[in-house]
């Protein structure tokens, strides 16, 4: 049931909060408000495995919890938190907007089910609105989804030794100095294994005291507020995306992304920039470029004739796709070659397990970098059947489809990941000299290998 109030029986189902959602879609949506208001978006849900249908039933009760978003709104409460936790979304009084905004899925979203035998079907979910109107519907429709198939679909799972299962995950990563965050959100089993899974790592982290390792906190907003630690996260692809499409000029949105990003936030804030939307290689053309002039507060040792490269400002970087060595070894030699020798942070957050994460947190720091972990499905989605095999998580996302009337598309460096028109992904790959590059099958993501 959907609700806006703070404390959260045990059982619930559905979303929890107008804050249960990942940082960064509140991020985004401060920057939308201010420099895109009038933008036209539409949104498309991909299923990466179709094997795994709804239900009717599982359908129904879907469609029913979609219409519950309306009722949520932010509190008083959750404003006062955020006005103190999150200072940056104060921009140009997006906290004022977030306030009023509201949930309009009569309006925004549409639903179709095409029975695909006597039992289950294909599901279809499209959104469209202003931007700013409709940035938020992501994370908790694919938080919706998810719970809608395990509710119904695969009932061969319980919500037994979840905490102790985060307790063990979170413990062997800090007790081998990660810094990691949850990033579960949006393909949870539901809303209590979040909540378990929280309890676990935030005891985990109690407990290593003295311990290299830190839980840096979860991109979850309610859980963040909830649970007293940071709320993390960004920007995500939508934002290159957005601004591609709504421009139509793909050569030169990587670097408005940046700019309209550090002018509304600033200097080292927010600033782990996500390489990938176009491939990285694009990505690297925009990040060498100076900040124009007036698009950011002078600091010490800068003037308006020796403006510093995104590439100085931003903290680092975020690797989301393709071969995680070769973007180690890429983004070493381009800082390199930048004369950029601060520490820079690399933060991880593609199918991560913990064995993976100790596997790049070597090979990051052997190349000077400072990794982090944001870690998602294999902390919100772990779970064996009564057999004892895998219960395997749905792979499902909603991407930006189109913007003022054009297609949005996503490149990535993992063909396996490209989404959007077909016809438009084949000619920016043209425009910007992409190359293809086979990185992981999306169809079975976190089958392997316990992820």
Known sequence: MATGSMGKPPNMEGVASILDTDLYKLTMQCVIHSKFPNTHV????????????????????????????????LTHDEYRWLSRECKYL??????????????RPAEHVHLEFAMQDEDHGDLKIMVAGLWQDTILYEIPLLALVSEAYFKFCDRDWTHDGQVENAFAKGEKLLDNGCLFSEFGSRRRRDYKTQDLVMQGLVDASQRSAGKSGKLGGTSNVHFARKYGVQPVGTVAHEWFMGIAAATGDYKTATEAALEHWIYCFGRGVLSIALTDTFGTSTFLEAFSKAIPKGKMKLTEGWTQDTMPHYADEFAGVRQDSGDPKEFIMTMRTYYDRMGIHDKKTMVFSDALNVDRCLEYKKMAEESGFSPSFGIGTFLTNDFKDSKGTKSEPLNIVIKLSSANNRPAVKLSDDMGKNTGDSATVQSVKEALGYVDKKWADESSRWTDNGT
Do not use: G, V
Not at 42 to 51: K, L, S, V
Not at 93 to 101: A, I, P, R, T
């Open 42 to 73: 539409t949104y498309a849900f991909t299923n990466r495995t179709p094997h795994m249908r709804l239900s009717k039933d599982a359908f129904d009760w879907l469609k029913a919890q979609i219409q519950l978003l309306s009722d949520l709104t």
């Open 90 to 103: 104060q921009h140009d009084n997006y906290l004022d907007f977030l306030k009023e905004f509201r949930f």
